[in-house]
């Protein structure tokens, strides 16, 4: 079947115009949909850089938007509008283009702006986030495998996995890991920084909205990386100064025995399926999974002693709960390789109730079987 060609139109083709303007219209539809979009609705923002990263965020999201659209629009058309036809000779090529001088100007020079702005951007906010100068509170924020430790000027020891910050008050947290790679990310203040071993960084901003939010390590550190969350209250400034009130007075009177008796071991299974589990099992001594198995302490012929050398008595073992253990690492030696570091009673945060329910709940573990 004859065909006669249709004369095939030169240059942009008949469509281009009107696809250019059709698109345009959407793009700007689109660019005003991102530009009012209230981020605000879905993550709230809790302070001051959070603004300013949301603002460099939807620019460049219509950026990106319109790129993509324009990018991809004009591939289809131009693949239908210059598309093979029957009539054309098997091995036809298309029109070669060489040296388009004023296009290529265009499509460098308007990235290149876009680029500029969005670097100017994202330095100011950068140098912002790295200012550390006439701070009112500066802390620190230490990964381990898998808690957050935070330090501050005012206590003697650190506080596990629960920061608070005073809102409206500048913060600088310096930010930095006792072990592996950790990453300090509060999805409020929109702040992620890696939490690198030997390296400190400064990170600073402005809590601007009362309330709790989740610390969250966003860096794979390991088997229990899924569950290292911290809490960051933003507290009212009376707030805070309660809360570092507290936490001193609770501080200085912690340390020392403890009375055992009263413990359930009801309360301590529950307690232990929340802060224990994820490094020990109830099976035998040999059933390790970070630290050893705990089920059978007091009856255990193969491993008479605890890993402190003490005995595997209530008291005893409360010692390891109050004080944390870490093995020698002689690994010639008789101990072989330490098994890691058991956390104390800080790291672990037990109230002396708490190490009372525990260790009842260990011994019951022993007897019943
Ligand atoms: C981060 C992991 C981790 C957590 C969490 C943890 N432990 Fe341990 N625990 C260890 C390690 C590691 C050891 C062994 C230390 C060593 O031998 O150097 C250990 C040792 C012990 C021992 C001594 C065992 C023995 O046979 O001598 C007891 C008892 C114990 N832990 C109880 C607890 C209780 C109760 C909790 C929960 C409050 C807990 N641990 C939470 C890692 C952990
Ligand atoms: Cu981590």
């Known amino acids: 079947m004859a065909q006669v060609a249709a004369p095939r139109s030169q240059g942009l083709g008949p469509g281009f115009w009107p696809v250019t303007i059709v698109m345009t219209v959407v793009n700007i539809i689109l660019g005003i949909y991102i530009a009012t979009f209230d981020i605000n609705k879905y993550l709230p923002e809790a302070a001051a850089p959070a603004g300013d990263i949301d603002l460099l965020f939807k620019f460049m999201a219509a950026i990106g938007n319109a790129i993509f659209l324009y990018v991809t629009v004009y591939v289809v058309y131009f693949a239908i509008v210059w598309r093979r036809r029957p009539s054309d000779a098997p091995d036809a090529i298309g029109i070669q283009i060489h040296d388009a001088p004023t296009l290529e100007l265009w499509w460098t020079i308007i990235p290149s702006v876009l680029v500029i702005i969005i670097a100017i951007f994202s330095v100011k906010i950068w140098m912002n986030l790295q200012n550390a100068s006439g701070d009112v509170l500066t802390m620190e924020a230490i990964g381990h495998q898998f808690k957050f430790e935070f330090r501050y000027p005012n206590l003697k020891s650190s506080v596990y996995d629960e920061m ?21 990310w509060v999805p409020e203040v929109r702040l992620k920084y890696d939490m690198v071993p030997g390296l400190v960084q400064s990170v600073r901003f402005t809590p601007n909205r009362i309330g709790k939010y989740r610390v969250i390590c966003t860096e794979f550190c390991g088997t229990n990386h899924a569950n290292m969350f911290a809490t960051m209250y933003i507290d009212s400034p009376q707030d805070f100064n309660r ?30 399926a929340n802060k224990c589990s994820s490094c020990h099992s109830v099976g035998p001594f040999e059933q390790k999974i970070v630290g050893p198995g705990l ?9 008479p002693n605890l890993v402190t050398g003490e005995k595997p008595n209530a008291v005893d073992i409360s010692h390891v709960l109050i004080k944390g253990y870490q093995g020698p690492d002689d690994s010639q030696g008789k101990n072989g390789p330490s098994l890691g570091a058991m956390p104390n009673r800080d790291a672990n945060g037990l109230s002396n109730s708490d190490i009372a329910n525990l260790v009842a709940y260990l011994t019951s573990l022993s007897q019943s079987k």
């Open 295 to 303: 089920g059978k302490l007091l009856s255990d012929t193969t491993h």
């Open 164 to 184: 608070h910050v005073p809102v409206d008050t500048p913060v600088t947290v310096q930010v930095t890991s006792s072990d592996v790679i950790h990453s300090f």
């Open 243 to 272: 809360w570092i009130a507290a936490q001193a007075k609770l501080q200085a009177s912690s340390g020392g025995a403890v009375a055992l008796q009263g413990g359930t071991a009801a309360a301590g299974q529950t307690l232990f």
